[in-house]
């Protein structure tokens, strides 16, 4: 049995004792068995959302996925091989709290860090890819995370390798202080180096993907995609909002208003985009 495999399990495990024992969940929080859309309020079963792909059957909303979902959403079925597993954040800053927040993450997402990357196959075509899960401190970026982010970069400089990687995060993690945000420098210099090597970044977007994530590394896509509807900004709605003392136009910091305004090159459907990235891959190959 291989190490995605082991993982695949475990994360089915434990999303079976959530369910069924409400381990790793609060005392108020239900079993997830009924789901409500948040944008169009449509009721239905958790089965059928998944059945779905986690869209929603009436209006098409895209709820998060989990990492490992995500790798077997876009890759060819057992070929996915994880590199950097045992990479995990620790408390370098002695933050108040940190180290249960820490283990907290571990256990109710079953992930060591917030960023899984390996290399896989896409419709026969091999890639390195890698997922930021917000199920993990908001998928935010500190020190480990940006070693691996790091890492899956060198891995497709090294084999000569297309890199994906979608993002969902809030940005740096706090609890790390400046470390965190020197990962946005370092994410960014390695991502100049793959460029001079001649590889292709296919960056994607999804809900939300904001603060230092956005403003590094997530930005330099050869080729950037986004999922319909998601959240992409440096600061929120919101903060801006209260900042300026003004109300932003509708819309403002989702995948549509920004495909308007050219900072996005696509926006993709969850049941296309296996395809889509498969085609660009391909595309890139036949450039070189």
């Known amino acids: 049995m291989d190490t995605f495999e082991i993982k695949r399990r475990k994360i089915e495990l434990m999303k079976y004792l959530r369910k069924n024992l409400g381990l790793g969940q609060r005392s108020d929080e239900p079993s997830r068995v009924i789901e409500k859309c948040p944008s169009c309020r449509t009721v239905f079963s958790h089965k059928e959302l998944e059945d779905n792909l986690m869209v929603c059957p009436s209006c098409g909303y895209h709820f998060k996925l989990g990492a490992y979902e995500r790798i077997d ?4 079925e057992g070929s996915f091989h ?15 709290e940190y180290r249960h ?15 899984v990357f390996g290399t896989c196959r896409v419709n026969a075509r091999s890639a390195v890819i890698g997922v930021l899960d917000s199920s993990f401190i908001m998928g935010s970026m500190g020190a480990a995370a940006g070693a691996k982010i790091c890492l899956s970069i060198e891995t497709a400089r090294r084999k000569k390798l297309p890199l994906i990687i979608f993002s ?29 090597s001649g590889g292709l970044f296919i960056s994607c977007l999804t809900n939300p993907t904001t603060g230092g994530v956005l403003a590094s590394f997530a930005s330099l896509g050869d080729i950037i995609i ?22 932003l136009p509708e ?25 889509t990235i498969s085609k660009l ?8």
Not at 101 to 115: D, I, P, R
Not at 251 to 262: A, V
Not at 281 to 288: A, F, H, P, T, V
């Open 168 to 196: 969902a995060s809030g940005g740096a993690r706090m609890q790390e202080g400046t470390v965190s945000l020197m990962q946005m420098a370092r994410t960014s210099a390695a991502m100049k180096r793959f460029d001079k």
């Open 101 to 115: 927040t820490l283990k907290e993450a571990k256990q109710q997402s079953g992930l060591n860090e917030a960023y």
């Open 281 to 288: 891959i391909s595309l890139n190959e036949r450039r070189g």
């Open 251 to 275: 819309g403002f910091q989702r995948s549509e208003y920004l495909l308007e305004h050219g900072f996005l090159d696509m926006i993709v459907e969850r049941s296309m985009m296996k395809d």
């Open 226 to 247: 986004a999922e319909p509807g998601a959240l992409i900004g440096f600061a929120g709605p919101r903060v801006i909002e209260q900042t300026i003392g003004e109300k």
């Open 82 to 96: 994880e590199i950097g597993e045992g990479v995990m954040s620790t408390d370098v800053l002695d933050f108040p």
């Open 73 to 76: 959403l876009v890759s060819d």
